[in-house]
């Protein structure tokens, strides 16, 4: 599987975006796939996740109603619609996926677990 980010930007605050992340060699049924972000000097935080097969979802405390992931089957793409921006949500956003199959529960949040990386979409704030 490969993954293909896109849709960063710069933006105001209080502004939306929509990342995209698309996979292609391979179907993600039995993937989960993430969100992370990282900020320059600061470490990759995890952001939101969800698990292909049946769409449960996860958000961090930080971005929990202004952040929303999706998916699309037909387009083996994961979206992450972001909302009411703020400049602390200025980083580079990476996706990224595991294979989940054999796991119950809601996706991981450690990005450790997840073995293919997309390249990174950059997102700016202004205040």
């Known amino acids: 599987v490969q993954l293909q980010a896109s849709g960063g930007g710069l933006v105001q605050a209080g502004g939306s975006l929509r990342l995209s992340c698309a996979a292609s060699?391979?179907?993600?049924?039995?993937?989960?796939m993430g969100w992370f972000r990282q900020a320059p000097g600061k470490e990759r935080t995890f952001v939101a996740a969800?698990?292909?097969?049946?769409?449960?979802?996860i958000h961090a405390d930080s971005v929990k109603g202004r952040f929303t992931i999706s998916r699309d089957n037909a387009k083996n793409t994961v979206y992450l619609q972001m909302d009411s921006l703020k400049p602390e949500d200025t980083a580079v956003y990476h996706c990224?996926?595991?294979?989940?199959?054999?796991?119950?529960?809601?996706?991981?949040?450690?990005?450790?677990?997840?073995?293919?990386w997309g390249q990174g979409t950059l997102v700016t704030v202004s205040s």
């Open positions: 060699g391979g179907t993600l049924s039995n993937y989960c």
């Open positions: 990224a996926v595991y294979h989940c199959a054999a796991s119950l529960g809601p996706p991981g949040r450690d990005p450790t677990i997840y073995s293919v």
């Open positions: 969800i698990r292909w097969r049946g769409g449960s979802t």
